[in-house]
């Protein structure tokens, strides 16, 4: 209680006509983060009835602790895996060394700790910077700071590779929450998903250090492509060739972003999202339904100088970012649509935009970033025509009844 009395003897410094008013945003941000806030969202798309903003955005920062358990441990394994031929060097090395826990790939907790140490730099270089220009958004604006960075800030790190220069992650999220988010008028404004935007920023302006070979395992002198890329260049049967099987995909244990190679961590995220209704099932059964009949249909076609053709879609599935999109940027409901028919086609074109650029376009063998800020884009036009469809069928509708 003495934490409550204290924001409470200081409130009125920070409301209208107090003498920082003009911090209210920042006081809010603190405030709110430590206790429920006393209103509740009550306008779209985040009003649910009971539900507010914090509550939902907690929900789905609960979902990713999977892919994040997962996901420093996977990145821990590859690299202990690597120094056992290359050797260690680097701070990361220097402080497992001093606290003696070792670098044996067998011991899941050397290979947590270690991956957790690649981790948590990526996220605190998130979190400040975002952190920063969301105050300042809010302060200029005069409006409380959002508990939807939490969540923007937490899929920015899990889709970002183990080791990129900190600098570059403090880029990319300011491009995603500046030009992504705050210059259409913040959180629920938003048409694209600014952790998307951010890292699709990164993927262009800095291609070597987000994509290829060498980025996936910090180890100097190690190189290794990520699943999808083999099977791109070699067939997804290289896959298996290389000693990868399908079940090492689906649990997460490849080369990949810290939080996008677990389909199971992602899955088990997509139950509780749909369990408390976070998540709209119509967007994940487009999306899932879309990319199963166009990567089908690809199968049937054939080709003989483009491997993926072949590739199923049980493939497409845990290869990738394809489960961590499908649970954490598809059902994101501010930028995707809110019909219920759109929700379907939305996810569906998602679900084909995927698999096309994955196969017809070898330049981009991940494919799941273009095509979710593809489907952003549209998802105000698939709802335009579905409203203006059910006008003219309920217009026909009274009209026959008129007549009748």
Same mark, same amino acid.
């Given at each position: 209680?003495?934490?409550?009395?204290?924001?409470?003897?200081?409130?009125? &410094?920070?409301?209208?006509?107090?003498?920082?008013?003009?911090?209210?945003?920042?006081?809010?941000?603190?405030?709110?983060?430590?206790?429920?806030?006393?209103?509740?969202?009550?306008?779209?798309?985040?009003?649910?009835?009971?539900?507010?903003?914090?509550?939902?955005?907690?929900?789905?920062?609960?979902?990713?602790?999977?892919?994040?358990? *997962?996901?420093?441990?996977?990145i821990?394994?590859?690299?202990?895996?690597?120094?056992?031929?290359?050797?260690?060097?680097?701070?990361?090395?220097?402080?497992?060394?001093?606290?003696?826990?070792?670098?044996?790939?067998?011991?899941?907790?050397?290979?947590?700790? &270690?991956?957790?140490?690649?981790?948590?730099?990526?996220?605190?270089?998130?979190?400040?910077?975002?952190?920063?220009?969301? $105050?300042?958004?809010?302060?200029?604006?005069r409006?409380?700071?959002?508990?939807?960075?939490?969540?923007?800030?937490?899929?920015?790190?899990?889709?970002?590779?183990?080791?990129?220069?900190?600098?570059?992650?403090a880029?990319?999220?300011?491009?995603?929450?500046?030009?992504?988010?705050?210059?259409?008028?913040?959180?629920?404004?938003?048409?694209?998903?600014? +952790?998307?935007?951010?890292?699709?920023?990164?993927?262009?302006?800095?291609?070597?250090?987000?994509?290829?070979?060498?980025i996936?395992?910090? $180890?100097?002198?190690?190189?290794?492509?990520?699943?999808?890329a083999?099977? +791109?260049?070699?067939?997804?049967?290289?896959?298996?060739?290389?000693?990868?099987?399908?079940?090492?995909?689906?649990?997460?244990?490849?080369?990949?972003?810290?939080?996008?190679?677990?389909?199971?961590?992602?899955?088990?995220?997509?139950?509780?999202?749909?369990?408390?209704?976070? +998540?709209?099932?119509?967007?994940?059964?487009?999306? *899932?339904?879309?990319?199963?009949?166009?990567?089908?249909?690809?199968?049937?076609?054939?080709?003989e100088?483009?491997?993926?053709?072949?590739?199923?879609?049980?493939?497409?599935?845990?290869?990738?970012?394809?489960?961590?999109?499908?649970?954490?940027?598809?059902?994101?409901?501010?930028?995707?649509?809110?019909?219920?028919l759109?929700?379907?086609?939305y996810?569906?074109?998602?679900?084909?935009?995927? $698999?096309?650029?994955?196969?017809?376009?070898?330049?981009?063998?991940?494919?799941?970033?273009?095509?979710?800020?593809?489907?952003?884009?549209?998802?105000?036009?698939?709802? &335009?025509f579905?409203?203006?469809?059910?006008?003219?069928?309920r217009?026909?509708?009274?009209?026959?009844?008129?007549?009748?």
């Amino acid at each position: 209680m003495g934490l409550r009395n204290f924001f409470d003897g200081i409130e009125p &410094h920070f409301l209208k006509g107090g003498k920082w008013e003009r911090y209210f945003p920042v006081y809010e941000m603190v405030e709110s983060f430590l206790y429920t806030p006393k209103t509740v969202t009550t306008a779209a798309p985040h009003a649910r009835s009971y539900v507010d903003m914090k509550r939902i955005m907690s929900y789905v920062v609960l979902a990713t602790i999977p892919c994040i358990l *997962l996901g420093c441990y996977n990145i821990g394994l590859q690299t202990n895996t690597a120094i056992a031929d290359l050797g260690a060097s680097g701070w990361r090395a220097d402080i497992i060394q001093m606290l003696g826990i070792g670098f044996d790939p067998t011991n899941i907790f050397a290979n947590f700790f &270690h991956g957790l140490l690649y981790f948590l730099p990526v996220y605190i270089t998130t979190l400040v910077a975002g952190g920063i220009c969301e $105050v300042v958004f809010a302060t200029i604006r005069r409006h409380e700071v959002n508990e939807g960075f939490l969540v923007t800030s937490m899929l920015y790190a899990l889709i970002m590779p183990p080791d990129p220069p900190l600098w570059q992650v403090a880029l990319g999220i300011m491009f995603g929450v500046v030009i992504g988010k705050e210059v259409f008028g913040g959180t629920g404004k938003n048409f694209l998903n600014p +952790a998307l935007t951010g890292r699709a920023f990164l993927y262009f302006a800095y291609p070597a250090q987000m994509s290829g070979d060498t980025i996936w395992t910090p $180890v100097d002198g190690f190189s290794g492509a990520t699943a999808l890329a083999v099977a +791109a260049s070699d067939g997804y049967q290289e896959i298996v060739a290389r000693g990868v099987t399908w079940m090492d995909s689906f649990l997460g244990f490849v080369q990949g972003s810290i939080g996008e190679t677990s389909t199971l961590a992602a899955f088990i995220g997509l139950a509780f999202l749909l369990a408390t209704r976070i +998540a709209n099932w119509r967007m994940v059964a487009g999306c *899932l339904g879309g990319m199963i009949a166009f990567s089908t249909l690809l199968n049937m076609i054939g080709s003989e100088t483009n491997p993926m053709f072949a590739m199923p879609w049980y493939w497409h599935l845990v290869v990738g970012g394809y489960a961590f999109g499908l649970v954490f940027m598809v059902t994101e409901p501010v930028s995707g649509s809110h019909t219920n028919l759109g929700r379907y086609i939305y996810g569906a074109l998602i679900g084909v935009m995927v $698999v096309m650029i994955r196969v017809i376009n070898p330049a981009f063998p991940e494919g799941m970033m273009l095509a979710i800020l593809f489907g952003n884009v549209f998802a105000p036009l698939i709802d &335009h025509f579905v409203v203006q469809a059910n006008i003219k069928r309920r217009m026909k509708r009274f009209a026959g009844a008129a007549n009748a």
